[in-house]
């Protein structure tokens, strides 16, 4: 990780984390890395043999586990295991999500819903399902996208369920304090995921992608993993319904337009 860690050993030890989506890419990393402090953890994904190498990729006995959020019943049965086998839940992440380049025109109503259903209809699945499951305090996060505050062409689905994501964080950090905070992370582009080989396929369009970064350059997995410790540690206990931009400067502003600056100084 570019700028190393502030977080001691055993941080997290004890607590029990859920991680939506946590079977690959930037949940992955973040359940590695709860892991790694101590915590009990367990993932889910669709794909029960990619929960099973998930989880002994992150060893410390976590459990990987077979449910699509889009399914209240399959992601409350996930759940239920997880506080079966290792008590309440003190964090819970939800991070599934699905995301591909298409035009709105190029899109049917079923491409759009699927794509609603998985990021939001699924996080107020997972945090709905785990309520009554939460030990108190606990910390929810939702992995949101700049999509959420920033309109993108070939992305309405994604746009669209990323802004209502927001407010389900916001709405929820209302309704359910002082006993649960509920945030969110937004990323910026993540190098190594899934989510960057399908927006930005080739050199050019990374490249392009990195010049308008203020900090000029995709960020690290870890480096996400970081924002959800802080954000369920001790040191954000007075923090909840806030959207942690962890990109690089990205939601600022276009760093690009530097360039028009540097023959004028
Ligand atoms: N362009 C246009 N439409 C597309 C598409 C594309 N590239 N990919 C899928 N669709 C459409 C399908 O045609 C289908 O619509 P239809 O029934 O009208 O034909 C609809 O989207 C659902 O596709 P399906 O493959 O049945 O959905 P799924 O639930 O099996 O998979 C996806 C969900 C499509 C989001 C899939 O890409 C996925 O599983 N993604 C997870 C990984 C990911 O996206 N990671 C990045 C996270 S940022
Ligand atoms: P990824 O590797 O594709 O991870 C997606 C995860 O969600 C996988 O574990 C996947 O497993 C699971 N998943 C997908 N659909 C699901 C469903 N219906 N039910 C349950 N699980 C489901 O993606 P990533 O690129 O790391 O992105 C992770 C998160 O970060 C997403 O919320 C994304 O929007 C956000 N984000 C990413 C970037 C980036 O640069 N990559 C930038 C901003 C925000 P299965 O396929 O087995 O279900």
């Not at 996208?145 to 407010?167: F, P, Y």
């Not at 937004?186 to 392009?208: H, K, V, W």
């Not at 540690?233 to 600022?252: E, K």
């Amino acid at each position: 990780m570019s700028g190393g860690s502030a977080f001691r050993d055993g941080l997290l030890e004890g607590k029990v984390a859920f991680v939506a989506g946590g079977t690959s890419g930037i949940n992955l990393g973040i359940a590695k890395r709860f892991a790694s402090l101590g915590a009990h953890v367990a993932v889910c994904g669709r794909d029960p043999d990619k929960a099973v190498r998930a989880a002994e990729a992150i060893g410390h006995h976590a459990m990987g586990l077979s449910a699509d959020v889009r399914d209240y019943a399959a992601i409350r049965g996930a759940l239920e295991q997880v506080s079966d086998r290792f008590g309440p839940l003190d964090i819970v992440v939800a991070g599934a999500a699905g995301n591909f380049l298409a035009p709105a025109l190029g899109m049917s109503a079923n491409a759009f819903k699927t794509v609603v259903d998985i990021d939001l209809l699924g996080t107020f699945n997972t945090f709905r399902a785990s309520h009554d499951l939460l030990a108190k305090p606990a910390s929810l996060i939702a992995i949101t996208a700049g999509q959420a505050e920033q309109a993108m062409a070939l992305q309405v689905h994604a746009c669209a369920a990323k802004a209502g994501v927001n407010q389900v964080i916001r709405t929820l950090a209302i309704e359910w304090g002082p006993d649960v905070r509920v945030n969110g992370i937004s990323p910026g582009p993540i190098d190594g995921t899934e989510g960057m080989a399908r927006l930005a396929p080739n050199p050019a369009l990374r490249q392009a992608s990195e010049h308008r970064i203020p900090l000029k350059r995709w960020g690290e997995i870890d480096e996400i993993a970081e924002a959800a410790v802080f954000l369920s540690s001790p040191s954000a206990a007075y923090i909840t319904g806030t959207i942690l931009d962890v990109d690089g400067g990205s939601s600022v502003g276009d760093a690009g337009r530097m360039d028009i600056a540097k023959g004028l100084v």
